[in-house]
């Protein structure tokens, strides 16, 4: 059975563990931004964002994640053109460049998961409106995450958010169901008809992951097998949260 198949419903006390995972994954993610600045490599980050999960007694469910090889690193980091799944390295950050870090926690068997993109000191206005709309978009998802909407909802407002704006959501990549795994379902598109697909419930918890384009929705991955870019080398942006469905409406998992 693939994983977009196995909706796995919380109760509270699992929705609180993985509130604890959340909390942590923030804090990496913004360890990680603290230290950007040009001159920094991608590796430094990833070590940053690493360190802070040990001091908790958490790891990345990044590392080691089977695809054409094993990933390498405890967080993404996907600079400009790589729109997701960046590997850290040597290169240096630049000023102007924009940096997508993408961090996964597993805390207490339960993983937490989320992305933001940030500028490395002055960016174009351009670079600025990709990432604004992108975090938007993520808003807007969120909104529609209540019991009793459809993965549809969130997915059209998602897309309505990006596509107004003139800018494309990818077609390829997806948000999902979080929890034990990194990837359960359901599988939630960035794209879709408000109102279709499975209907919400409370307990379910999902990483919505908006990635955002600027010229065309095409996307290829790069030789090292999982860096993915945009076909035309235009910046990319993409946001992440963890969300629990409540009965009280969405509750963000993934910050202080
Ligand atoms: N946030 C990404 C995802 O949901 C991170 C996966 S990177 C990987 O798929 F290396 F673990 F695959
Ligand atoms: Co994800």
């Known amino acids: 059975m693939s994983w977009d198949r196995v ?20 804090e ?30 958490a790891f990345s469910p990044f590392l080691n994640y089977p695809g054409p090889t094993p ?8 600079v400009n053109e790589e729109l ?3 590997i850290p390295g040597k290169r240096k950050l630049v000023e102007g460049d924009i940096i997508t870090m993408d961090c996964g926690t597993v805390f207490k068997g339960f ?6 993109t940030v500028g490395v000191g002055e960016i174009s206005g351009a670079a600025q409106m ?12 969120i909104t529609k995450m209540v019991p009793g909407l459809h993965v549809g909802d969130v997915s059209a407002a998602i897309q309505d958010y990006v596509e107004s704006r003139g800018y494309y959501v990818t ?26 697909g499975l209907e919400l419930k409370a307990g379910m918890t999902i990483a919505l992951e908006p990635m ?36 009280e409406g969405p509750l963000i998992l993934t910050i202080s």
């Not at 604890?20 to 923030?26: D, Q």
């Not at 993610?29 to 007694?57: C, F, M, S, W, Y």
């Not at 993983?111 to 933001?116: F, K, L």
């Not at 997806?174 to 598109?189: A, I, N, S």
């Open 212 to 247: 955002v384009l600027i010229g065309t929705p095409d996307t290829r991955v790069l030789r090292d097998g999982w860096t993915v870019i945009s076909v035309d080398r235009s910046l990319t942006a993409h946001y992440e949260h963890s969300v629990a469905i409540t009965e």
């Open 28 to 57: 990496a993610l913004q360890a990680a931004r603290a230290a950007i600045q040009p001159g920094v490599t991608t590796a430094d980050l990833n070590a940053i964002a690493e360190e802070v999960l040990r001091k908790h007694g």
């Open 84 to 86: 997701v799944h960046g």
């Open 71 to 78: 990933y390498p690193a405890s967080i993404c980091t996907s």
């Open 7 to 26: 909706i796995n419903i919380k109760t509270p006390a699992e929705i609180q563990l993985m509130r604890e995972a959340g909390r942590i994954n923030h």
């Open 171 to 196: 077609r390829v990549y997806t948000g999902h169901g979080v929890g034990k795994q990194m990837h359960e379902g359901p599988q939630v598109p960035n794209y879709g008809q408000a109102g279709a």
């Open 130 to 141: 990709l990432i604004e709309v992108t975090e938007g978009a993520l808003q807007a998802g």
């Open 111 to 116: 993983v937490a998961d989320s992305a933001i």
